[in-house]
């Protein structure tokens, strides 16, 4: 165990060195010029001298591979650099904004999870039944609604109708309840029907057989032997949909005004604020990574024949 997790520590280095570059290489390709737009959000009006002078300050007058090579080597000793818009250290700033993603992120798998499991264990234990078209239909939806469109209607019925929770901000544990619901009901469809599928397959083996000939008791069939057997594929699907997730988090983090580091990075986004898009990017591709790195983990203590292999 310890070997592999050393071999897949070595991988995750040349995995966030490319995606660094990729960003840094993009974000200098996109139209806009950071100089010109701190200044006119100063109330400065930008001439041509003072958009030099900017962009000498700001370290921008170089070739980009020069700009890069500087970002880089202040990232190898934990120097994210500072915000051209605030002049605060990015890292600083990521590191207090991500314990409200993480939360929002961990209740909107939670909801997820509490709407697909049930679905989707009794879905695949009566097919064809009222209760397995229920699912599909609950699925559907899930994965058709777009993420802004229901947080609106989630404002609009449960803050603006029926005056439930707060409309907007991160103000108690009320504050979550929507957000969350916006999150995870995305969420939920595709965990639906993997689940039944799973589900399924597990249940038709012959292990499951044997074991209900030996007269072990259904709901001990279902848990122990087909359940878990059958979360191994939810469960690799979660290392892959998390960068999804905190993605998405952008979107909720937007529309509900949740101080997190999805609503820091549109913002840094329309600012042209290089550094700290930069710097979130590498925080959410090390957040990824290491989050596959858990899961492959988990499927290894689930599943004694990967460990065998």
């Known amino acids: 165990m310890i070997r592999y997790l050393f071999q897949r520590l070595l991988h995750i280095l040349p995995v966030l060195l490319g995606i660094s570059c990729i960003t840094f290489t993009l974000m200098h390709l996109t139209p806009g010029d950071p100089a010109e737009i701190m200044l006119r959000a100063d109330g400065i009006k930008p001439t041509a001298a003072a958009i030099e ?70 879905s695949a ?20 609604m777009p993420g802004y469109w229901l947080s609106l209607l989630l404002i609009y019925y449960g803050a603006v109708k029926l005056r439930l929770f707060p409309v907007m901000g991160m103000e108690g544990g009320s504050s979550l309840v929507l957000p969350s619901l916006a999150l995870g009901f995305g969420m939920a469809g595709v965990y639906i029907r993997l689940i039944r599928a799973s589900m399924l397959e597990a249940l038709s083996q012959l292990y499951i057989k044997a074991a209900r000939g030996r007269g072990v008791w259904e709901w001990s069939v279902i ?15 979660l290392g892959v949909q998390i960068g999804g997730l905190l993605g998405g988090s952008v979107i909720v983090e937007t529309v509900f005004a949740w101080p ?44 004694p024949r990967i460990r065998l292999r």
């Open 125 to 144: 234990l009566y097919p064809n039944r009222l209760i397995d078209r229920l699912g599909r239909i609950f699925a559907l939806l899930s994965v058709s």
């Open 223 to 237: 848990g122990r032997h087909g359940l878990r057997n059958a979360l191994l594929p939810s469960l690799t699907l």
């Open 260 to 303: 997190g580091i999805g609503r820091y990075a549109v913002e840094a986004i329309f600012a042209k604020d290089y550094i700290v898009i930069q710097g979130y990017v590498l925080l959410m591709a090390v957040v990824v990574v290491l989050v596959n790195l858990v899961v492959d983990v988990g499927c290894l203590l689930l599943d």
């Open 53 to 122: 002078v900017t962009r000498h300050t700001l370290g921008l007058d170089g070739p980009v591979y020069i700009q890069y090579g500087h970002w880089l080597s202040r990232v190898l000793h934990l120097d994210l650099g500072s915000s051209y818009s605030s002049g605060r250290p990015v890292l600083t700033e990521l590191l207090n904004r991500f314990p409200a993603t993480a939360l929002l992120a961990i209740c909107g798998l939670a909801v997820a999870l509490l709407l697909a499991l049930p679905l989707g264990i009794l």
